[in-house]
């Protein structure tokens, strides 16, 4: 019968051996989940990220300029590439393709949509209007009773000076089915139909259709 003295050395050989099988599961769990999910993780992930850098580009064309804008190219909000959300700032207007992205045009061409990229993973096509989408849209309301959709809206004889509010959205077809993953973020809060409020800076998952 072996020692305790001589059983030790084995033992911690084993626990070793025993946590490098867990490490190299868990790695290649991660490389595996990289490679299905993309750069930015999960899709969710992706909509929620771009659409604050959108809010934070707006707030910064305001504090410069007193107004909102809906053109992407403007205010120089450029999502990293091998995106699968498309990106709306207006229900229609130019798209800007991944295509062109790649080709580091400059200046910017104006835009008010940017296309999801082909590259990206479980990338199912792209959207040229919002109405293509088919996603819902939370509104907002203004001071005097005029609903805000999507891009900038001001209120009925408003002065040209006033900024109105923005609303923009981000849309993919993440899992396989028609239905498209559906996002928004707004320059105001606002208030869905079951009463929840959406503060401004928010991303609000319109229509959650996202199948791991």
């Known amino acids: 019968m072996e020692s305790r003295t ?31 999910s993309g750069p930015m993780g999960p899709p969710p ?8 850098a ?3 580009w707006e707030r910064a064309w305001y504090q410069e300029k007193d107004s909102y804008s809906e053109d992407l190219g403007q205010l120089g909000f450029a999502p990293e590439l091998h995106n699968r ?27 008010s949509i940017i ?5 990206s993973g479980r ?37 040209p000076t006033d900024p109105g509010v923005f609303i923009g959205a981000a849309a993919a077809n993440i899992d396989g089915d028609p239905t498209p993953d559906c996002w928004s973020i707004a320059t ?7 009463g929840e409020l959406i503060s ?6 319109e229509l959650d259709d996202v199948d791991y």
Do not use: I
Request: proline share 6%; aromatic share 8%; with cysteine.
């Open 123 to 159: 990338y199912r096509g792209t959207f040229e209007t919002f109405a293509q989408t088919g996603c819902p849209l939370t509104t907002a309301t203004l001071p005097d009773g005029t609903r805000a959709g999507l891009g900038v809206t001001r209120s009925l004889g408003a002065a």
């Open 188 to 194: 105001v809060d606002r208030v869905t139909a079951s």
């Open 6 to 36: 001589a059983q030790e050395p084995r033992a911690v050989q084993w626990l070793l051996l025993g946590l490098g099988v867990v490490a190299f599961v868990g790695t290649a769990g991660v490389m595996v989940l990289r490679r299905l």
């Open 85 to 111: 959300y498309t990106y709306l700032a207006a229900p229609t207007g130019r798209v800007l393709t991944a295509v062109e992205r790649r080709g580091s045009v400059t200046p910017m061409p104006s835009h």
């Open 115 to 119: 296309a999801a990229d082909p590259a």
């Open 200 to 205: 401004a800076g928010q991303p609000y998952n």
């Open 54 to 56: 959108l809010f934070t």
């Open 45 to 52: 992930n992706e909509a929620r990220a771009n659409l604050k």
